[in-house]
């Protein structure tokens, strides 16, 4: 069944709509809502949006949720250009939905593609593409203590050529995921492996993209981190200076108040972190970003220095950190409360508990 599409102003898309006749019934989508987990449950719907060289952007659709059919010489299957984005809608308590800074998110997800040689989408599209999917699938978030519908935004090259260039053809996709805690268990410390053998990213390589290549290097050391009985794994830069973890950063809170967080060109510059700053930045505390070392983690530690440690990023929100484990040693973590105040904060204004004074929410059904 295909609606007319809405919108064709200047500047907006005419998205082609195509029902999924096949959607699951309210009862089924109650019962997938109950206990979603994280990552395995998807609403009825996708969006995807079409680039090629002569005709840019172009057939927008929201089309039912459902295999993507791709030539075995996509680019994307050999040389990985590939991009992607993480953001949440959020239930407030009036039935609205919203979702938390995504021109952050759209930004964030253009700077991905330049550093990919991959074409920008406007922002004005990134979002009305969110605007499409709650358009359809709005009834998937859902209204649960800690819930939320984890959206991912991707983008990858479609063109089938086996030769090494930038591709010519690519796919924009989003799609939509309830989500309950990213942690089962909820929020507790978790343990972090060092690993020194690996890295993830280096100067001049990707790593301040969101890209499946940077994810893909960090799969080992996590297993190394497994093996080690951690549940994270921590990487260095090449001078020893502490980068993040393989999805989230850190944050160190030092005993005067100062909040130190890594500042370098091969870290993902979270959305997360920025807002968390800030909140604590008028809660009156110094913020510093600058290189921080293994070995000042550790001294500042042993030394009550450094107070309490922290890793944040969408999907958990924030975690602290409990222990930092390497090669022949363990620094239990100091347990402060500052993390869990600043989540507090920042969950209570994504989930409307408090009022948002800085317009970093957007309504998505309205
Ligand atoms: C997405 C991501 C983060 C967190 O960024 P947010 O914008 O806070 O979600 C941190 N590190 C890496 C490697 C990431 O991919």
Redesign the pocket.
């Known amino acids: 069944m295909t609606d007319p599409s809405s919108g064709a102003e200047p500047g907006r898309l005419a998205f082609q709509v195509t029902k999924n006749l096949a959607a699951a019934s309210p009862a089924e989508r109650a019962k997938k809502l109950e206990d979603p987990g994280f990552g395995t449950v998807f609403t009825d719907h996708m969006v995807d949006i079409c680039w090629s060289e002569k005709g840019g952007w172009h057939r927008p659709r929201v089309q039912p949720y459902g295999p993507i059919s791709l030539d075995p010489a996509a680019a994307v299957l050999h040389y990985a250009q590939e991009i992607f984005e993480?953001?949440k809608a959020y239930r407030h308590s009036d039935g609205g939905i919203y979702t938390f800074r995504p021109e952050?998110?759209a930004r964030?997800f253009n700077r991905s593609a330049r550093r990919l040689s991959m074409p920008e989408l406007p922002e004005e599209h990134f979002l009305q593409a969110l605007h499409e999917l709650i358009a359809v699938d709005g009834a998937w978030v859902p209204s649960g203590a800690e819930q939320t519908l984890y959206l991912r935004p991707f983008m990858f090259a479609k063109e089938a050529f086996l030769g090494v260039r930038p591709a010519k053809k690519y796919a924009f996709y989003l799609i939509g995921s309830p989500a309950g805690s990213y942690f089962s268990g909820g929020v507790k410390p978790v343990s972090i492996w060092l690993s020194e053998k690996y890295a993830?990213a280096a100067e001049g390589g990707t790593g301040a993209a969101?890209t499946g290549g940077?994810?893909a290097a960090s799969l080992l050391p996590q297993a190394e981190a497994a093996e080690h009985g951690c549940d994270q794994v921590v990487f260095l830069d090449q001078r020893g200076n502490v980068e993040?973890?393989?999805?989230?950063?850190v944050v160190f809170v030092k005993k005067d108040g100062t909040l130190v967080t890594p500042a370098s060109e091969t870290?993902?510059?979270?959305?997360?972190?920025?807002s968390i700053l800030e909140l604590a930045a008028d809660r009156g505390h110094a913020i510093e970003r600058r290189p921080i070392s293994l070995q000042e983690w550790r001294d500042g530690v042993a030394a009550g220095d450094i107070v309490e440690a922290f890793a944040?990023?969408?999907?958990a929100v924030v975690t602290p950190i409990g222990a930092l484990r390497g090669d022949g040693f363990v620094d239990e973590q100091p347990t402060g409360s500052l993390g869990t105040s600043l989540r507090e904060e920042l969950t209570d204004i994504q989930y409307g508990r408090r009022e948002d004074t800085r317009g970093w929410l957007r309504r998505l059904d309205a």
Not at 244 to 249: D, F, P, Q, R, T
Not at 267 to 274: A, C, K, Q, S, Y
Request: with cysteine.
């Open positions: 993480g953001m952050q998110n964030r993830r969101k940077n994810y993040e973890l393989g999805g989230m950063n870290i993902l510059d979270g959305v997360t972190r920025n944040c990023g969408t999907a």
